[in-house]
């Protein structure tokens, strides 16, 4: 892992550049400090193996969106808007919310002095962070910053990666994908430090939504790799094994398989977050009791505890509000050491000190695949997937895979005249003009027009429904176009 004394010699990043999040400018220093393969948990874990019967893992997603809902269309965080209007709809929530941002910062270092033993993952958007600079909210910064940076704290917290502007990524630009991936980096290096950085290895998709087109799903696992990225988070209902079935072994860790049109094959351990109610489950302390049911299974030749992993938005709802605070904390007082909480990397890393080793996990591949795979006669020809795809589609009308706009051997502008989708149309414009260009990614200009791309991508707009939320975004294409032409 990086160290500090190699810490100290990278440049100290800035938390905002020119009033904007600092997302890119140091591509070549966050690569160094995120490709590394050194232990993250494993000198510092006190949990032995050998005495585990069964543990659990949660995570708690953060999020809320940057509109164009400032003066004359300047870009705030839609907890600001909730603030400034408490009448409309359930704005009053801002303040719990807001409370909700920071409490784990509270929690985490109360259980440990009382000799308790919490874990937690941790998964916040770049839009709120940004949101949270913007407004002034260094309290509830800073109060991350404790169980980030301080060591005492670090055994007890994983944060995970994630798409800059929550963008989901079955619809976003296959050129994007890494991008929005890079943005959270530098972000979060310049708030949290590149230790911090160093030490995030886990992954969390927006909503869950993992590609199933061939094409997006192997670019995006490239770049996670590419990003130092070791595991993410998959939802059991969107993958399948290689012969098209349900996964059997749910709460062991599996190695999700991407090949693309080409023939081109990746892969990346996955752990399976289990169906069902997301808030109820973690608000609940599910997976603890989950995991009380279950015992070790043998992975290879190895015998290991299984984990149950669950995600949940973090503050959203009257359960994660009102009920998670005295459930987490009971849990830890419960806790014996035959069932425990752990993060993702720790068990990975426990499990692998074990004897056990990716090539070991039971593979998966994202769900609907198989049936692909077995049309495909020439698998290093694109055209014998998308004829596949077609076939499916026709014999099946409720078959559907999303993405792959821009795939490989599709140029990743021309054709784009005619598209109709405002995302797509700003992000070809902005690949039309910086691709191939010797841009310099520090450059106001450039973060101006990455951020306008970015936010376009952001799945609330297209999730919250027609309305004003379908305005923000035709604002923000209209800026990104603005910016981009005028300076490119």
């Not at 890119?24 to 006190?46: C, K, M, R, Y």
């Not at 310099?440 to 973060?447: L, N």
């Amino acid at each position: 892992m990086i160290s500090s004394t190699k810490s100290t010699q990278l440049p100290l990043l800035a938390e905002t550049i020119d009033g904007l999040p600092n997302i890119s400018g140091w591509e070549n220093e966050v690569a160094a400090v995120v490709q590394h393969q050194d232990p993250i948990f494993l000198p510092t874990t006190n949990i032995r193996l050998e005495e585990v019967n069964a543990a659990f893992a949660i995570a708690l997603h953060m999020h809320q969106p940057t509109i164009p809902a400032g003066r004359d269309g300047a870009l705030i965080s839609n907890l600001q808007y909730m603030f400034e209007h408490p009448q409309e709809g359930d704005n009053h929530n801002a303040g719990p919310f807001s409370y909700c941002y920071s409490r784990m910062a509270d929690f985490i270092p109360e259980l440990v002095s009382q000799g308790r033993n919490p874990r937690v993952m941790l998964d916040y958007s770049g839009n709120l962070l940004w949101g949270l600079q913007q407004m002034g909210r260094g309290d509830i910064l800073e109060n991350l910053k404790r169980i980030t940076c301080d060591r005492t704290y670090q055994p007890y917290v994983e944060w995970l990666g994630t798409m800059w502007s929550h963008s989901v990524v079955p619809s976003t630009p296959i050129p994007d994908i890494k991008l929005h991936i890079q943005a959270w980096q530098h972000h979060f290096a310049a708030i949290f430090g590149w230790e911090a950085l160093a030490r995030v290895k886990g992954f969390s998709p927006p909503e869950m939504h993992l590609p199933n087109h061939p094409d997006t799903l192997y670019q995006f696992v490239k770049a996670l790799l590419e990003c130092g990225y070791r595991w993410l988070i998959v939802q059991e209902h969107t993958v399948e094994t290689l012969t098209g079935e349900p996964l059997q072994f749910k709460h062991l860790p599996h190695r999700l398989i991407a090949r693309n049109s080409t023939g081109e094959t990746l892969s990346i351990t996955a752990l399976i977050k289990t169906q069902g109610s997301d808030t109820k489950l973690v608000g609940q302390m599910q997976p603890y009791y989950e995991a009380k049911t279950l015992s070790r299974q043998n992975l290879g030749s190895v015998s290991i505890p299984p984990l149950v992993t669950q995600i949940a938005d973090g503050e959203n709802g009257g359960v994660m509000m009102n009920e998670f605070p005295s459930a987490f904390q009971k849990v830890w007082y419960e806790q014996e050491s035959s069932v425990v909480g752990l993060t993702g990397t720790e068990y990975l890393e426990l499990i692998q000190a074990a004897g056990c080793q990716p090539e070991d996990y039971p593979t998966c591949q994202a769900a609907g695949q198989h049936q692909i795979w077995q049309r495909v006669q020439d698998k290093s020809n694109p055209d014998s997937v998308a004829n596949a795809i077609d076939e499916i589609k026709q014999a099946n009308p409720n078959f559907h895979i999303d993405g792959a706009s821009w795939t490989n051997h599709i140029s990743w502008v021309a054709g784009y005249e005619n598209v109709l989708s405002p995302m797509n149309q700003l992000s070809a414009l902005f690949h039309e003009k910086v691709d191939g260009m010797d841009v310099d990614t520090k450059q106001p200009q450039y973060r101006q027009a990455l951020l306008r791309t970015l936010l376009l991508q952001t799945s609330c707009f297209r999730y919250w429904g027609q309305g004003v939320w379908t305005d923000y975004a035709r604002t923000i294409y209209d800026q990104g176009t603005a910016v981009i032409n005028a300076n490119f």
